[in-house]
């Protein structure tokens, strides 16, 4: 993997696939993980499908938590700040949608795995971070690999799983971080900052689906 001290900032074009093509190894590990084998095979037990929901929904309610947080603690550069409230704002709509959906009022007697619990811990860590848009790059891995999985993963349309692949395809959710990251990722050492946190984010998502 190349090392952002070896280049300009400005001999990328985009810097989230730079960011992807980094890790996209992380993303074919993910791909071949016995989850995903299951899937594909109709082999997937309810039970197992059902705790990984439930730690999705444990993912999705604890990032809704902290968009809210960031977006009360940002104010300034305005396109940055609106960017992490409309993800707040639907972050909530989805979180509340899954609940409702579930018919569950809240995630408060589910516990947390280590490898969700270390995720989250991740996105902690990175909102201490002084500059926001570190946090906006924490964000990216998640739509990131759904979408290239949706992408790379062959499930019939009247499989019962086909909704979770047709939900993601087109990637039109990643497709609002290039704008942001693009403009606010300047230099070779905050390209590097931010290709550390991507990648530990996908690995997060590799340990989670490798738990599942």
Not at 65 to 81: G, H, I, N, Y
Not at 122 to 135: A, C, G
Not at 137 to 147: D, I, N, Q, T
């Amino acid at each position: 993997m190349a090392s952002a001290v070896s280049f300009t900032a400005k001999q990328i074009d985009d810097v989230c696939e730079y960011f992807w093509n980094n890790s996209l190894g992380l993303a074919e590990e993910i791909l071949n993980l016995d989850f995903w084998k299951k899937i594909k095979s109709y082999s997937m037990k309810a039970e197992r499908f059902q705790r990984f929901t439930l730690q999705d929904m444990l993912y999705l309610d604890g990032v809704t938590a902290m968009l809210k947080e960031m977006s009360e603690k940002v104010t300034q550069p305005e396109d940055l700040k609106v960017f992490i409230q409309e993800r707040h704002s639907s972050y909530k709509t989805f979180r509340d949608s899954c609940l409702q959906n579930l018919l569950m009022k809240d995630l408060n007697s589910i516990e947390h795995t280590p490898a969700i619990q270390k995720y989250l811990d991740t996105y902690r860590e990175v909102m201490k971070e002084s500059d926001p848009v570190y946090f906006v790059v924490a964000l990216l891995p998640c739509p990131r690999v759904w979408s290239w999985i949706a992408q790379n993963l062959q499930l019939p349309d009247h499989g019962a799983h086909y909704i979770r692949k047709s939900d993601n395809e087109g990637g039109q959710s990643e497709k609002r971080f290039r704008p942001i990251l693009n403009k606010y990722l300047k230099s070779a050492e905050k390209v590097q900052k931010a290709n550390d946190i991507f990648r530990r984010q996908m690995q997060n998502e590799r340990d989670f689906f490798c738990s599942s």
